[in-house]
């Protein structure tokens, strides 16, 4: 089992940024890839952003490319999202994931979800 934990979410400005950090511990040898996941209120849960820990490449949804990185620490055995101008339709509950798939795509087959770090983004 692998446990997730997230912080940093908050209340910020449009146009702000957050940081957000997610901290695995448990059967972290299992871990292939983390990231995130959001949901917005009233809506169906989505992919942001994903980082392997076997050749270290990300994959972002396109609603934050450019905006939002994903990056980790090792020895920690955390992840992190920064999120720079942010909108007011990034408000939602942030999912930090860990799946243990190397081929399939985060949050597939088995994979630990955090219980979520809620952003608010005010316009």
């Known amino acids: 089992q692998v446990e997730l934990v997230e912080s940093g979410g908050g209340v910020v400005q449009a146009g702000g940024s957050l940081r957000l950090s997610c901290a695995a511990s448990?059967?972290?040898?299992?871990?292939?890839?983390m990231g995130w996941f959001r949901q917005a209120p009233g809506k169906e849960r989505e992919f942001v952003a994903a980082?392997?820990?076997?050749?270290?490449?990300?994959n972002y949804a396109d609603s934050v490319k450019g905006r939002f990185t994903i990056s980790r620490d090792n020895a920690k055995i955390t992840v992190y999202l920064q999120m720079n101008s942010l909108k007011h339709e990034d408000t939602g509950v942030y999912y930090c994931?860990?799946?243990?798939?190397?081929?399939?795509?985060?949050?597939?087959?088995?994979?630990?979800w955090g219980k979520g770090t809620l952003v608010t983004v005010s316009s």
């Open positions: 994931v860990a799946s243990e798939s190397v081929q399939r795509a985060l949050g597939s087959g088995v994979s630990y």
């Open positions: 980082r392997s820990w076997s050749d270290d490449s990300t």
């Open positions: 448990g059967r972290t040898f299992s871990i292939r890839k």
